[in-house]
């Protein structure tokens, strides 16, 4: 049986925000789910889920420019991971720039580490 202080520990670890922030976007509550992200980055600025999730929020609104601003901004956090690439070359496919998309799925597929999904 758990503690209510633990459960007040809980809610100081981005993960669980971050899980909450995934439920609320599985239900389609965007907005929702971009302050729950919100939350997770603000306790643990390097947590890439965080960024990426709250990303996907604005994605999922159809607010690109928001998307892509932020997956650059993933990009440059964490170098080397191969999701901003992708959320970024998938948010070039659907306004159907497909000679920019292809460039950002070749360098994301560049970033995979073994046993990675992609493409």
Known sequence: MWRISECFELTSVAISWFAVGCCSYCIN???QSRLYFSKATSLEGTFAPGWIGYENAYAGKEEGD??????RTAARLFPGCHLPTLYIGMEYMRTHSFKLDDQFF???KGNMSFGSTCV
């Open 106 to 108: 070749y360098a994301s």
């Open 66 to 71: 928001q998307a892509m601003s932020g997956y």
């Open 29 to 31: 509550k965007y907005d």
